[in-house]
């Protein structure tokens, strides 16, 4: 391994499978995906865009559970090996001494990121019933502790950086509207106690073919000696609708809305069965990394046609090299 993996844990355990033998892909697909399918509990009719990591000796997780009134639920969830999981029927239950929090409407798209001695999830919160960003916090996946709204709608896709920079939290979002947004860009958002957001910086925009209508963050960043590595999805409009790929970017390690290197083509795109037919066709959208410090193996839960869960696999150094190959910037 020639890049170095800043804070991130030995996960020896973690869900890995060798990329296939003849294979140039940069990130490969895992044979046995979905790895949730959208039957998983009782009460709902898809499982997918949901966060992952490490917790105790396994897994905890917050899952987007749309139920079969369709109405956008989280759930939080456990697991021994990161593949076969418990999740939990009932929505979580945030508790908040903000009155103008409750009740709680809807939520989905959630991601999880540990922060010195706990566990931040974000997700795209109702707020009236307008979409905007929930902040809240857990040490155990059973009690959840909600803060104020980061943002004003509209926005979507807060994704955390695991640590302070420069001494403030940050944050990616992206701006959106009311509806399934024709536009979209990512931007970093800074904050000194998760509660006052701002020094907005403008990270990117869409760009080459593959993400030309709107893009936004992933995954938690990856800490490394090279700068912050993510992956980010990018959205192309054809001719029957939306396109959901993804590709990485290299990000500054003290400035992170400064774009050290982009990828020109997407990594993934909707080509198997399970990303391209179900509730919603055509979509591989990222929402967690799983990262072995001792390896730099990352294994990617993404979301399979907003209808199933499913793995892929890459290694720190493949991605890296493959910016530094094919960087558009």
Request: with cysteine.
């Amino acid at each position: 391994m020639k890049v170095k993996i800043l804070n991130e844990k030995s996960l020896p355990n973690m869900p890995w499978e060798a990329k296939p033998a003849g294979s140039g892909d940069v990130i490969w697909r895992y044979s046995k995906n979905p790895v949730i399918m959208r039957n998983h509990i009782p009460c709902s009719n898809s499982i997918f865009n949901s966060a992952v990591v490490p917790y105790k000796d396994g897994y905890a997780g917050v899952f987007r559970a749309d139920d079969k009134s369709r109405n956008m639920n989280i759930h939080a969830g456990f697991s021994k090996d990161g593949l076969n999981w418990d999740i939990e029927h009932e929505r979580i239950a945030f508790k908040t001494d903000i009155p103008e929090m409750a009740p709680f409407q809807y939520g989905y798209d959630p991601r999880v990121c540990w922060i010195e001695d706990r566990y931040y999830v974000t997700w795209c919160n109702s707020y009236k019933y307008k979409p905007t960003i929930g902040v809240a916090y857990t040490h155990d996946f059973k009690e959840f502790h909600q803060l104020e709204n980061a943002y004003l709608p509209f926005n979507r896709n807060g994704v955390m950086f695991p640590r302070k920079i420069n001494g403030l939290y940050m944050m990616m979002s992206r701006p959106s509207d009311s509806g399934h947004t024709p536009f979209g860009d990512i931007y970093i958002s800074q904050s000194p106690d998760m509660t006052f957001w701002g020094k907005h910086r403008h990270v990117m925009g869409p760009s080459r073919g593959w993400e030309s209508t709107k893009i936004g963050a992933g995954p938690i960043p990856i800490e490394t000696d090279r700068g912050w590595l993510i992956f980010y999805h990018g959205v192309l409009t054809s001719c029957n609708g939306f396109v959901y790929s993804f590709s990485a970017a290299l990000l500054d390690i003290n400035e992170p809305w400064k774009v050290l290197k982009r990828g020109i083509e997407y990594l993934i795109s909707p080509q198997m069965d399970y990303e391209c037919w179900g509730d919603v066709p055509n979509v591989c959208f990222p929402c967690a990394n799983l990262v072995d410090a001792d390896t730099g193996r990352i294994a990617i839960y993404y979301g399979l046609a907003d209808t199933h869960t499913g793995l892929c696999f890459t290694t720190v150094d493949d991605v890296i090299n493959y910016l530094d190959n094919n960087s558009q910037v």
